[in-house]
C-alpha cells in the first residue's frame, strides 16, 4: 500500500504521497484548482436547446429520486450560459445536490453582482480561475490578485461570458491607479470584441449580450460606453 503522508496542523489531513501538495493563495488558504471551476467546459457550440435537453436529462429517477450528478450538470450549464438566477433555483430546488462550495457564488457573479463575503473573498492570489472570481466577487481585491492567472481564466471563458464580465472587470484595473494593472485595463478590452456571427442570432446565449449593443451580423460589438 502507498504511504501516507500526515500534517499537523488545523485537523489532520492524511493523503497518499503520490498526491500533490494542494496548492495555495498567497495568504495560505487552500485553493480550488483549475477543474473545479473550469467554466468553459460545462457548455459548447451546440444550439443551447440541444444542451439544455441534454443536461437535464433524468433530475429525477424512479420514484421521484433525485439524481445528483444531472442537477450539477444542469447548474453548471446555466452558470456556463450566464443564467445565474435559474442555477440559484435549481440549487434551491435540489438542495441535497449541489454540494460545491462554489457553485452558488458563481451564480451570483455571472449575474453581475457582488460576493465579498463568499467563498472566492480570500482566493484572489490563487494561481487557478479563482483569482479571477474573487477579483469579480469583490472589487477590493484586485490589488492583491495573481493577474497572470486572473487574465489567463478570464481569456478561457466562453466569448458570451467574457463580453459580460469584461468592461466591469477591465474597470477595477482601471480604479486600482496602479501603472502595472492599469496596463492589464488594455489586455482584458481587445478579448472583448466578439463578432455576433459567432452565434445564432435568436439563441439563448445571444439573449444575453447586452440591449444596448448592436447586434447587426458580423459586425463587431462595440463595449466603451
Known sequence: APMAQISLGIGIDARPASMPEPALSADGVQCPGEAELAVQDWGDN???????????????????????EA?????KFQIFLGFGAEARATMRAFASST?????????VLVDGDADPEGPFAALAGCDDPAALWAVVANPETVEGAN?????????????????HLGPALAERFLAADDPSRTKNRVYIQPRLEIRQSQFDANSSVSKLMSAGHVLAADTPIALES
Open 99 to 107: 454540494d460545491s462550495p462554489y457553485l452558488g457564488s458563481l451564480a
Open 147 to 163: 493577474t497572470e492567472a486572473l487574465l489567463r481564466s478570464f481569456s478561457a471563458l466562453p466569448p458570451h461570458l467574457r463580453l
Open 46 to 68: 451546440r444550439p443551447v436547446q440541444e444542451q439544455m435537453a441534454e443536461a437535464t436529462t433524468s433530475l429525477t429517477g424512479e420514484f421521484d429520486r433525485t439524481m445528483p
Open 71 to 75: 442537477v450539477l450538470r444542469t447548474v
